[in-house]
């Protein structure tokens, strides 16, 4: 029992670390995260950008299995994707 809970107070040791070295590193920029898509990625999102119907379509993916309930999807969508970044 006293190693379990050994185990467990390293697993919470290791993860609070990495949260910290994760909040200390600097966010990519939006270039360093495209050259992470393929050419074949990057230019599907350019297909995408030219869609009439990319609001739609991305309100539509958010829970497929859930009929109905348009307005709570762009709710969600928009919180997941919209506002400005705080500061502090």
């Known amino acids: 029992d ?5 185990n467990a107070n390293e697993q919470v040791l290791a993860s609070t670390l990495f949260a910290k070295e994760r909040m200390e590193q ?11 898509f393929s ?3 990057r ?11 990319l609001y739609e379509q991305m309100v ?4 497929p299995n859930t009929f109905g ?5 762009k709710g969600i ?3 997941l994707l919209g506002g400005i970044h705080k500061t502090t």
């Open 2 to 6: 006293s190693t379990k809970h050994a």
């Open 26 to 36: 600097e966010d990519p920029t939006t270039e360093q995260v495209a050259m992470e």
């Open 39 to 41: 050419a074949a990625e």
């Open 43 to 53: 230019a599907e999102i350019r297909a995408m950008q030219t869609s009439p119907r």
């Open 60 to 63: 539509d993916s958010i829970c």
């Open 69 to 73: 309930h348009k307005e709570v999807k």
């Open 77 to 79: 969508l928009l919180m």
